[in-house]
């Protein structure tokens, strides 16, 4: 009981639900960014630091609804580049091709931007 009432003070005192909304603000601009680059990151969803980018294949046609099939297999790729360059981040989503991004709430926007860097780099070397 002690641990949880010193953990709700911790998160009062820092203000850790606004800082959860303005970093995730960052961190959903830098993928969308990094969506801009490459044509396989499809729509951001989540909330917060919370976030998730579904992964898509341009490279074969959309349905009748215009949507590009799931890119499970680039989204494995992406997800071990990452890996590989000290980034661990989750996949979920029908089929796995929703990369997840899950920063503890206490992330620095430094460490927000190295993530996004290798992210970045991930992308790109899962799609060349």
Wanted: hydrophobic residues 45%.
């Amino acid at each position: 009981m002690a641990t949880g009432t010193a953990f709700i003070r911790f998160m009062q005192e820092n203000d850790l639900a606004e800082q959860s909304r303005v970093k995730g603000e960052r961190l959903r601009a830098g993928l969308q960014a990094i969506g801009e680059k490459y044509n396989v990151l499809g729509e951001v969803r989540g909330r917060g630091l919370m976030l998730g980018v579904e992964i898509v294949d341009r490279s074969e046609p959309a349905n009748a609804i215009g949507s590009h099939p799931h890119g499970s297999k680039i989204a494995e790729r992406i997800q071990a580049n990452a890996f590989k360059n000290g980034l661990i981040i989750e996949r979920g989503g029908r089929h796995g091709c929703v990369i997840r991004v899950l920063p503890p709430l206490i992330v620095t926007e430094s460490e927000i931007d190295s993530a996004l860097d290798i992210l970045d780099a991930s992308v790109a070397a899962a799609i060349a």
